[in-house]
T-cell receptor
Framework: NAGVTQTPKFQVLKTGQSMTLQCAQD?????MSWYRQDPGMGLRLIHY???????DQGEVPNGYNVSRSTTEDFPLRLLSAAPSQTSVYFC????????????FGQGTRLTVV | GENVEQHPSTLSVQEGDSAVIKCTYS??????FPWYKQELGKRPQLIID???NVGEKKDQRIAVTLNKTAKHFSLHITETQPEDSAVYFC??????????WGAGTKLIIKP
């Protein structure tokens, strides 16, 4: 049971490049989400999904796209990377319900130069 | 919508002493309050949680209390140890099943 798997672990991009952060979970969780965590700050929600085919914006969605074609996968796309997107990105998943634990991936440290 | 405030942002305690981190929430409909621990360079992981129909929950040296009337909940760590050094996040689950996070508390255990 791998849990939540994120790839890559580290990435350096040039301004204007695009890339996709991968997230996969093997727990059959309905709910998946992407957060960014900046130094000394908390977790800010970028996008989330309550099931395959359904996505919605979180607190800081600009510059990011998501899709959810399967229950297992929830990729995050950076359309045109900017230095302000330098951050650590976490994917999380959980069962949809009142008292369910969120499981996090190991994180992706992204630097945009 | 729900809003969660967490205090203090940094807490330094002597090894062996107790640590208390406090959170307040705004939405009285929230009914689930987890606490996550994030060690340096690692992912956040659940350490304890409490449901709205419970006032207190303990797990060894860790306890969480909830005051629904005042809309606040607290994390208590007794007999602190070096391995307790980390960032702690509180959260509240809102009526859309979303977790709303506090800003985090950096706990420093002094030897």
């Amino acid at each position: 049971n791998a849990g939540v798997t994120q790839t890559p672990k580290f990435q350096v991009l040039k301004t204007g490049q695009s890339m996709t952060l991968q997230c996969a979970q093997d727990m059959n969780h309905e709910y998946m989400s992407w957060y960014r965590q900046d130094p000394g700050m908390g977790l800010r929600l970028i996008h989330y999904s309550v099931g395959a085919g359904i996505t919605d914006q979180g607190e800081v969605p600009n510059g990011y796209n998501v899709s959810r074609s399967t229950t297992e996968d929830f990729p995050l796309r950076l359309l045109s990377a900017a230095p302000s997107q330098t951050s650590v990105y976490f994917c999380a998943s959980s069962y949809r319900g009142d008292y369910t634990e969120a499981f996090f991936g190991q994180g992706t440290r992204l630097t945009v130069v | 919508g729900e809003n969660v405030e967490q205090h203090p942002s940094t807490l330094s305690v002597q090894e062996g002493d107790s640590a208390v981190i406090k959170c307040t929430y705004s939405d009285s409909a929230s009914n689930y309050f987890p606490w996550y621990k994030q060690e340096l360079g690692k992912r956040p992981q659940l350490i304890i949680d409490i449901r709205s129909n419970v006032g207190e929950k303990k797990d060894q040296r860790i306890a969480v209390t909830l005051n629904k009337t005042a809309k606040h909940f607290s994390l208590h760590i007794t007999e602190t140890q070096p391995e307790d050094s980390a960032v702690y996040f509180c959260a509240a689950k809102d009526s859309n099943y979303q977790l709303i996070w506090g800003a985090g508390t950096k706990l420093i255990i002094k030897p």
